[in-house]
Structures are given as C-alpha cells and as structure tokens.
C-alpha cells in the first residue's frame, strides 16, 4: 500500500510541473499566394518582400498572432482554381467580381491609385497609331495587331466584359490560362515582340522598365476603360477557415486604418505627386475602413 504522503507529495509536485510548463497553442496557417509581380509582390533582390501587397501582409501578420502565414506560388487563376477545389488559400490583391464572391469571402485590405490600366507594347509603329488615351474595345477590333489578356483575371467590370466577348473567331486575341512565373513574364514576352500588347497597371510597367534599363523601355497609352481607383481585397476560400480569417483580418484593419504603419503600406511605392494628388481619396478610404466591418462575411 502506498502511504498517502507519498500520493500528496506525487500531487503536488505533478501539479507543479503542469503549471511550470507553458501550453503552447497551435497556429492556424494561412496559405498565402505570392507572384512576381511588382511593385506589388517582390520575390528577389534587395527589395525582396518590400512590395505594397507584402508589407500589408506583415500589418495582418503583426496583428494576428494565432495565424502562421506560408508563401503558396499563386497567380489569381491559379487561386480562383484553389478556391473551387475548396483548398485554403488567400489573396492579398483581389479585386471583387460576382463570380468570385461564390468563392471566397473579401474584407477591404488596400486602395490602389490610380486604378487606370495602360496599353503596353513594344511596338513602337503601333502606338504611332493611336491616340494618348486609347480605346480598348477598338484597339481588340484591329486583327492586324495581337493582343494577350489573362482569362481569369479581373481588370475591372467594363473589361472583364470585353474580354468575356473574346470568341474563338478571334485569333488575333490570346487569352491565357494560368501565368505560373507571374505577371511579370509577360512583360518579359511583349519585350520579345510575342505578341503586339497586353493591358497592365503603369505602376508595374514603371517597375519592369526600371529593372531593365538601359535596355529600350515598354511603351505605354492609358486606356479609357478602366477606372481611376479601387479597392483591393483581401480574400480567402469560402469555408470556415476563410470566413474566420477574413472575419478576424477585418477587425484588425478596421483598428489599424487610421496608424501610420497601415498607411505607410498601402502608400508604399506610390510617387511622390500621385501620393499628394491621391490625398483625399485616399483619406476618405482609410475612414471609411475605419467605420466598421467592410467584408462579404455575414455579420
């Protein structure tokens, strides 16, 4: 028989040891779709993870201390793919369409300014012929000229509705599936005459000249069909990973909206003129992100 000193004494000291050892809590991972695309999304040099899109992500990082966030190589084809298969996955510059709201839930992350996309090629014989503000839909009419756009991606309603006309008659209009290598590699496409043009933000074409100067810069035309500013999303795969993650991502940017971390990041890489020319709309979003909830996730 064991004396009962012997059982208290085993007690005392298991008890302790159970409080002396901290619990450690699983994190939740959050997979995380990164490309090459900058200024957005850098993935080497000695910016690497310095874009707009990786610092925002650091902000929820910083404030989300039960997340562990993962790098998963993702374009948004490739995400909108994951969101369908049911695979956890997030985006951190989703713009938000109908068809992807089926998909995934959205809380308002980012604004980009400005939200205008350019006609970019290297064809400089083709520009001679176009105007300093071009129409898309016209310039898809002119089957002497080959242009390439990404099915899935969004450019925005009045876009997306032209390139959702794109028939199978149109042989002079690529429309690519997946981009595994990243937006960029277009880019790197159009500069070897691939094709005539593409349609991208001036932002990132400012980028990709940037990194291949002194060689000849891509040529840009702004183009009448887009917007002059959006709000870019975060969004994750519509089950209840996704929902809590969108839904605790958004308390965090809703009590961040107003510090100057949060908009040091949403701001970075945006030229000094557009920044000051930006101000007011871009004051007006940080209030409004400030209000209150702003996710597709039922309250």
Not at 40 to 53: D, F, K, L, P, T
Not at 139 to 152: E, H, I, P, R
Not at 186 to 191: F, G, P, Q, S, T
Not at 242 to 249: F, P
Request: net charge positive; glycine share 4%.
């Amino acid at each position: 028989m064991i004396p009962l000193a012997s059982i208290i004494l085993s007690f005392v000291l298991t008890q302790g040891w159970a409080q002396g050892t901290p619990v450690v809590a699983e994190k939740t991972t959050v997979p995380w779709a990164v490309t090459d695309w900058e200024p957005y999304y850098i993935r080497e040099g000695a910016n690497a993870n310095m874009g707009r899109v990786d610092r925002l992500r650091r902000v929820l990082e910083d404030n989300l201390k039960d997340y562990q966030f993962t790098d998963m190589y993702a374009d948004m084809p490739k995400t909108i793919d994951l969101w369908k298969l049911g695979r956890n996955i997030c985006s951190g510059s989703a713009l938000i369409t109908p068809e992807r709201e089926k998909l995934a839930y959205f809380s308002a992350l980012s604004f980009q300014v400005p939200h205008e996309y350019v006609l970019v090629t290297a064809n400089a014989k083709m520009l001679e012929e176009l105007p300093a503000e071009v129409s898309l839909k016209d310039v898809m009419k002119k089957k002497k000229w080959t242009g390439l756009f990404v099915k899935d991606r969004s450019y925005g309603s009045e876009i997306d509705g032209l390139v959702k006309g794109v028939s199978p008659r149109d042989k002079h209009l690529m429309l690519k599936k997946n981009v595994t290598e990243g937006y960029t590699s277009l880019l790197k496409m159009l500069e070897k005459k691939r094709f005539d043009y593409m349609i991208e933000y001036e932002a990132v074409v400012r980028a990709y000249n940037e990194k291949i100067f002194p060689a000849k810069p891509l040529i840009t035309r702004i183009v009448k069909e887009s917007h002059p500013s959006a709000v870019f999303y975060l969004a994750c795969t519509k089950n209840p990973w996704g929902r809590d993650v969108v839904r605790k991502a958004d308390q965090v940017l809703q009590k961040l909206a107003l510090t100057s971390e949060y908009q040091r990041a949403v701001e970075s890489w945006l030229a000094p003129d557009l920044q000051k020319k930006s101000r007011k709309i871009l004051d007006e979003f940080y209030q409004k992100r400030a209000q209150g909830p702003w996710m597709t996730v039922p309250q």
